[in-house]
């Protein structure tokens, strides 16, 4: 990976998860305070990378974000 390739990884990275346009956009769905997945297919590659857990309950496929 080249010096630039990171710098950008990383710049990419510090950007903060607009939760509100996911929500939008049928990528996640909100109940409570808790994330569950809309469309898998929808969630750009940058949160994905994000996810810190994933668990499945009775509302669906609920993720949890590193901040």
Do not use: W
């Amino acid at each position: 990976m080249k010096k630039s390739e990171f710098d950008e990884r990383l710049r990419e990275i510090k950007q903060p998860i607009n939760f509100d346009e996911l929500v939008k956009s049928g990528a996640l769905i909100q109940k409570g305070q808790s994330y569950y997945i809309g469309n898998k297919n929808l969630i750009p590659r940058i949160v994905s990378d994000k996810i810190k857990s994933i668990a499945q309950n009775r509302n669906g496929v609920k993720v949890t974000f590193y901040k």
